[in-house]
């Protein structure tokens, strides 16, 4: 007779099997959780996009974003001391320009914000914390469009590679370790690879925004940075329906000369993180981008979900899923939750 069976249950002529297999074994106390534990963030996972506005007095809070700020040129230094200080991985510098045209002229002259934030940020923290400022032309174009538009209003791709390879030139030129190409022009990684060994920057690293979707997600990204965007971006980022051009793009990337590969949005999109991870033979980065903050947020501060176990959750999951590097606007609450 089967001794667990409950009182009052009648025994079958033969008692069905014990379980052989026992999972719960290795998860009853937290000392055996800790051992078998297979993925853990660490701070250096984690870089942290920061936005500074030109001319700005006072730090101000982004009201899609609770908690992330547009910083003023003095407040981004501190940041990036506190980002070192906490140990990131390192830091990403989005800036918001006070004057926008159509070609996105302040991204390429030395004095334009973004160069002279890339600048000071890495006078400030030297070589302890690797400094990526965006090169990308969406924040200084009136329009809005990471491109240069044609008369019909099309992003043309290669008048687009000439003003990336400019911005490149400038923003190595100003220090930055890590360029952050989010463009999502054909082509870009090796143009600006080109350009810049050309101009003497063979060190300047490239991040390759490989897999970048037209998402949903960015959508505080655009209060942020004060987007004026026009239409959409669907023309150039990728159609969230498809995989296997994502498998195209990252191996563009690579071929073309990239260092870092990222998939972004990070959470919908963990499956093109996993083959990414199985692809390729570099680091593998994730965005977890403004809506994907916004949702844990938002559902937090009304009670609905539990904030800290939701922020190390969902970076696990994409750490599992294969992305040594995650971007993330959560990264310096993150550090403190995982010490
Ligand atoms: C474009 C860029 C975007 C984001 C990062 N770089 C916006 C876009 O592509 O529309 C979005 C990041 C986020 O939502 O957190 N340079």
């Known amino acids: 007779p089967n001794p667990h069976l409950s009182p009052g249950t009648v025994p079958s002529a033969a008692a069905p099997p014990l379980p052989t297999s026992r999972p719960r074994r290795l998860r009853r106390t937290p000392g055996l959780r800790n051992l078998v534990s297979e993925h853990r963030v660490h701070p250096a996972n984690l870089v942290w996009p920061v936005f500074v506005k030109e001319g700005l007095r006072e ?18 230094r501190k940041a990036a ?60 174009t009136d329009h809005g ?4 538009p044609r008369a019909d209003g099309s992003i043309d791709n290669d008048a687009t590679l000439a003003r990336y390879a400019d911005m490149a030139v400038a ?72 995989a296997t051009e994502a498998l195209r793009e990252i191996d563009a990337d690579v071929a073309e000369g990239a260092d870092i590969i990222m998939v ?34 938002a559902s937090a501060d009304r009670g609905w979900i539990d904030r800290k176990a939701a922020i190390v959750e969902s970076l696990t999951a994409i750490k599992r899923a294969g992305a040594g590097i995650i971007a993330s606007y959560f990264a310096p609450e993150a550090a403190h939750l995982l010490r």
């Open 145 to 148: 469009h990471c491109g240069v």
């Open 59 to 76: 730090p101000r809070e982004i009201s899609s974003l609770p908690g992330v700020m547009q910083h003023t040129r003095d407040s981004v």
């Open 264 to 297: 972004k949005p990070a959470l919908p999109y963990l499956d093109i993180v996993r083959a990414a991870a199985e692809r390729v033979h570099l680091p593998v980065a994730a965005y977890q981008v403004s809506g994907e903050y916004a949702m844990i947020t």
């Open 171 to 242: 923003l190595a030129e100003s220090g930055g370790d890590v360029l952050g190409a989010s463009g999502m022009m054909d082509g870009q990684i090796g143009y600006v690879r080109s350009a810049l060994d050309a101009a003497g920057h063979t060190d300047t690293a490239l991040l390759a925004y490989a897999a970048k979707y037209a998402s949903a997600w960015y959508g505080p990204f655009r209060e942020a940075v004060e987007s004026q965007l026009q239409g959409d971006r669907r023309a150039y980022q990728q159609d969230p329906a498809n």
């Open 81 to 140: 001391v506190e980002a070192a200080q906490l140990g990131l991985g390192g830091i990403m510098l989005f800036a918001i320009p006070e004057h926008r045209d159509a070609i996105g002229s302040a991204a390429t002259t030395p004095d334009g914000i973004l160069n002279a934030v890339t600048r000071e940020v890495v006078a400030e923290v030297g070589d302890a914390l690797p400094v990526i400022p965006d090169l990308c032309l969406d924040e200084f």
